[in-house]
């Protein structure tokens, strides 16, 4: 048909005639194992993927099992139960997952500020600013940041209503900021959220990194040196940061540790001890490295936030202590809106290997001992234990004040922690206050 107009034949006729039929075959080659190799690729990534997702279900699934014949053996726990499925009108007041609106449901009573803080690494850090608009400015208007622990966010200090620790250092007058580490809100200056590079940390940087920048932003904002209260990896961070970079120490008036994992105990349920510490380096393939236990997260909007409180108390049932005969059952299901929050996986496998050494030395540059840890940190420090601990040890550590009967979690949820510890580091921070008064007022003339 070419020929009969001119001669001419079709372009692809005229290339595939001049190559030899050998030749096809053997371009074709590399493109077809390419195809094979990436389908290959992405068959072994969704049966790695499924696998994870039926390690999460299982685990969640036993948790719960283990829950149900748990609150047989008390009429507290069984309320509890009732009221993460059902909740209540004291506790249907707000059940917004977002730290604004605990805020704003008392009436514009707290002024509610958002910042954003870069690392050094690129990372951006999102902080809320909580204070009373009349304290704003006047002597005394002390800083404090309050830093959440792992698989947490800064919600945790505002789920206790008008008794959490932020209205009741607001109430006294101090200018409170509640920080939040990398992957909580993600964000960084290059790297997108899907780009394993971002998920690529653990403690050590929260140390390295977030920590120095938080203190230097708020020194910055208000040209006063706060004081830092750290919760567990909040506490963590700072040991580790004050390590690696001692002059930060005098960027901070005071530093409150409530429960540091300066030693820690083995987690002692059967599933850590007869299938996690056994197997970490399998455990650690499972996890990935990005996200901690995405599927959690994926289904986290599309579900009713009871349920989100009720699978939340369930997931972080066994990662951390509570005793919850000392909660208010009222409050039971607000306390899991902000647990667990976002955080890398390389993360939590950090944290199983310190609970396998009992130790945070491991995370810090250089192995030192605990004793060399303290002893870096040079401004005035403050250590709250709680006696019946689960997770970690800090009853020989020189200085530590005990706080009866609780346990982990206890000193930020108990129903009388405002009474029983609260009290306690306020008069900790009013003492800084007291010290440095004639520089504030120096400040503020």
């Given amino acids: 048909?070419?020929?009969?107009?001119?001669?001419?034949?079709?372009?692809?006729?005229?290339?595939?005639?001049?190559?030899?039929?050998?030749?096809?075959?053997?371009?074709?080659?590399?493109?077809?194992?390419?195809?094979?190799?990436?389908?290959?690729?992405?068959?072994?990534?969704?049966?790695?993927?499924c696998v994870a997702s039926c390690c999460v279900v299982l685990l969640i699934g036993l948790a719960f099992a283990s829950w149900l014949l748990s609150i047989a053996a008390s009429?507290?726990?069984?309320?509890?139960?009732?009221?993460?499925?059902?909740?209540?009108?004291?506790?249907?007041?707000?059940?917004?997952?977002?730290?604004?609106?605990?805020?704003?449901?008392?009436?514009?009573?707290?002024?509610?500020?958002?910042?954003?803080?870069?690392?050094?690494?690129?990372?951006?850090?999102?902080?809320?600013?909580?204070?009373?608009?009349?304290?704003?400015?006047?002597?005394?208007?002390?800083p404090v940041i309050l830093q959440h622990g792992l698989l947490q966010r800064s919600g945790v200090f505002l789920a206790n209503q008008r008794n959490n620790l932020t209205f009741r250092l607001a109430d006294k007058?101090?200018?409170?900021?509640?920080?939040?580490?990398?992957?909580?809100?993600?964000?960084?200056?290059?790297?997108?959220?899907?780009?394993?590079k971002y998920w690529d940390w653990t403690v050590e940087e929260l140390g390295e990194y977030d920590f120095p920048a938080t203190i230097r932003y708020v020194v910055k904002k208000t040209q006063k040196k706060p004081v830092y209260v750290g919760h567990s990896q909040g506490a963590a961070q700072a040991y580790i940061g004050f390590a690696n970079h001692p002059e930060v120490a005098d960027l901070v008036s005071k530093f409150i540790a409530l429960c540091p994992p300066l030693y820690l105990k083995r987690l002692n349920h059967w599933f850590f001890r007869w299938f996690v510490f056994p197997h970490l380096d399998a455990v650690a393939s499972v996890l990935g490295d990005m996200l901690f236990v995405p599927i959690v997260f994926a289904i986290h909007d599309y579900i009713p936030t009871l349920l989100q409180s009720f699978v939340g108390s369930i997931f972080t049932r066994y990662l951390f202590g509570?005793?919850?005969d000392l909660w208010d059952p009222n409050m039971f299901v607000t306390y899991f809106l902000f647990t667990p929050a976002m955080s890398s996986a390389k993360l939590v496998r950090s944290w199983?290997?310190?609970?396998?050494?009992?130790?945070?030395?491991?995370?810090?540059?250089?192995?030192?001992?605990?004793?060399?840890?303290?002893?870096?940190?040079?401004?005035?420090?403050?250590?709250?234990?709680?006696e019946k601990d689960s997770l970690v040890d800090c009853s020989h550590v020189p200085g530590a004040v005990t706080i009866p009967n609780y346990n982990?979690?206890?000193?930020?949820?108990?129903?009388?922690?405002?009474?029983?510890?609260?009290?306690?580091?306020?008069?900790?921070?009013?003492?800084?206050?007291?010290?440095?008064?004639?520089?504030?007022?120096?400040?503020?003339?």
């Fill in 1 to 49: 048909h070419g020929a009969s107009r001119g001669g001419v034949e079709p372009f692809r006729r005229t290339r595939n005639r001049n190559v030899p039929q050998r030749s096809r075959a053997s371009l074709s080659k590399p493109h077809t194992m390419r195809i094979v190799s990436s389908v290959v690729k992405g068959a072994l990534h969704a049966v790695s993927m």
């Fill in 75 to 142: 009429p507290k726990r069984l309320h509890y139960a009732v009221l993460s499925l059902l909740g209540n009108n004291k506790t249907k007041r707000c059940m917004s997952g977002h730290e604004r609106d605990h805020v704003a449901q008392f009436g514009g009573e707290y002024a509610f500020d958002e910042h954003h803080v870069e690392t050094e690494d690129g990372h951006v850090l999102t902080m809320f600013r909580v204070y009373r608009r009349e304290c704003m400015g006047k002597v005394g208007f002390l």
């Fill in 173 to 196: 007058g101090f200018d409170v900021w509640l920080g939040n580490n990398r992957g909580v809100f993600p964000a960084h200056k290059t790297l997108s959220v899907n780009d394993p």
């Fill in 322 to 324: 509570w005793n919850p």
């Fill in 352 to 386: 199983m290997c310190m609970s396998a050494a009992g130790t945070l030395s491991i995370c810090v540059k250089g192995n030192p001992t605990v004793r060399e840890i303290l002893s870096r940190v040079r401004c005035p420090t403050k250590i709250y234990h709680a």
């Fill in 408 to 445: 982990h979690m206890d000193v930020l949820w108990a129903e009388k922690a405002h009474e029983e510890l609260y009290s306690q580091v306020e008069a900790d921070i009013s003492q800084v206050l007291r010290v440095n008064l004639p520089a504030f007022e120096g400040a503020q003339s």
